[in-house]
C-alpha cells in the first residue's frame, strides 16, 4: 500500500533533550517536507527537499532540521526542543516539486514538550 | 507575499443541506490549486486540482470552481452527510517557470460540522 509512515504518533519530552521524528515514504517520491499544525494557525511548512541531498527551508525553518541520504527517508531533527514547538506535525511526499500530483500525507505525529 | 484565505472559518450544517466553502488567493503566477480534505487526527488528503484553464470540477458531491482572473475559488459540497465533517483547506502553488515559487502556499481551512 502506498504510504507516508512517520513514527512516533505521540511523543513528550523536557526542554531541551534532542528528538527525531522519522518519515518515509514507499512510492519512490522526489518531494518531500515538513509541516506544523497549530490551531488557528493550519499547516506552515519548516523544511523541504526536492531530492536525496537537497533540503531547502520553509516557512518556519527556527529550531528544526532535516537529512535526505535515502529517497526514501527525511527525518525532522530538533537538536533543543522548547515548549513553543510543541504541535501536531506531519511530513509529505509527492512525486515532484512542481506539485502537478497531490501530497501524500503521514498522519502526523503529535509532540508536547515541557 | 503569497497568501490564501479561507471563509467561513467554521461552518454547522444539517445532515442533506448543502454548502460552499471559499478561498480567495494571491499566489503569482499561478500553477494549481488543490482543495484537501482533514478528519481529526489524520493527514490531508487531496479532493481535487484546478489549473488555470479549468472553470469547475466535480469529484463526487464535491465540486470546485476556479476564476483565476478574480482568484478565487470555491468548493461545493451536495447533500451533507456526517462523514463529510472535516477541515478543509485550499492549497495554492506557484510557477517557478516564471520566477514564481513552487512552495505550496496553505490556507488555514475551513471547519465543517454536519449534525444529524
Known amino acids: 500500500e502506498a504510504q507516508v509512515t512517520q513514527n512516533p504518533r505521540y511523543l513528550i519530552t523536557v526542554t531541551g533533550k534532542k528528538l527525531t521524528v522519522t518519515c518515509s515514504q514507499n512510492?519512490?517520491?522526489?518531494?518531500m517536507s515538513w509541516y506544523r499544525q497549530d490551531p488557528g494557525l493550519g499547516l506552515r511548512q519548516i523544511y523541504y527537499?526536492?531530492?536525496?541531498?537537497?533540503?531547502d527551508k520553509g516557512d518556519v525553518p527556527e529550531g528544526y532540521k532535516v537529512s535526505r541520504k535515502e529517497k526514501r527517508n527525511f527525518p525532522l531533527i530538533l537538536e533543543s526542543p522548547s515548549p513553543n514547538q510543541t504541535s501536531l506535525y506531519f511530513c509529505?511526499?509527492?512525486?515532484?516539486?512542481?506539485?502537478?500530483?497531490?501530497?501524500?500525507f503521514g498522519n502526523g505525529t503529535r509532540l508536547t514538550v515541557t | 507575499k503569497n497568501q490564501v484565505e479561507q471563509s467561513p472559518q467554521s461552518l454547522i450544517i444539517l445532515e442533506g443541506k448543502n454548502c460552499t466553502l471559499q478561498?480567495?488567493?494571491?499566489?503569482?503566477?499561478?500553477?494549481?490549486l488543490r482543495w484537501y480534505k482533514q478528519d481529526t487526527g489524520r493527514g490531508p488528503v487531496s479532493l481535487t486540482i484546478?489549473?488555470?484553464?479549468?472553470n469547475t470540477k466535480s469529484n463526487g458531491r464535491y465540486t470546485a470552481t476556479l476564476d483565476a482572473d478574480t482568484k478565487q475559488s470555491s468548493l461545493h459540497i451536495t447533500a451533507s452527510q456526517l462523514s463529510d465533517s472535516a477541515s478543509y483547506i485550499c492549497?495554492?502553488?506557484?510557477?517557478?517557470?516564471?520566477?514564481?515559487?513552487?512552495?505550496?502556499?496553505f490556507g488555514r481551512g475551513t471547519s465543517l460540522i454536519v449534525h444529524p
Open positions: 492549497v495554492v502553488s506557484g510557477n517557478s517557470l516564471s520566477g514564481g515559487s513552487y512552495i505550496p502556499t
Open positions: 509529505a511526499s509527492s512525486i515532484n516539486r512542481v506539485l502537478s500530483s497531490p501530497l501524500h
Open positions: 484546478m489549473t488555470f484553464s479549468e
Open positions: 478561498c480567495n488567493y494571491t499566489v503569482s503566477p499561478f500553477s494549481n
Open positions: 527537499s526536492m531530492n536525496v541531498e537537497v533540503t
Open positions: 512510492m519512490n517520491h522526489e518531494y
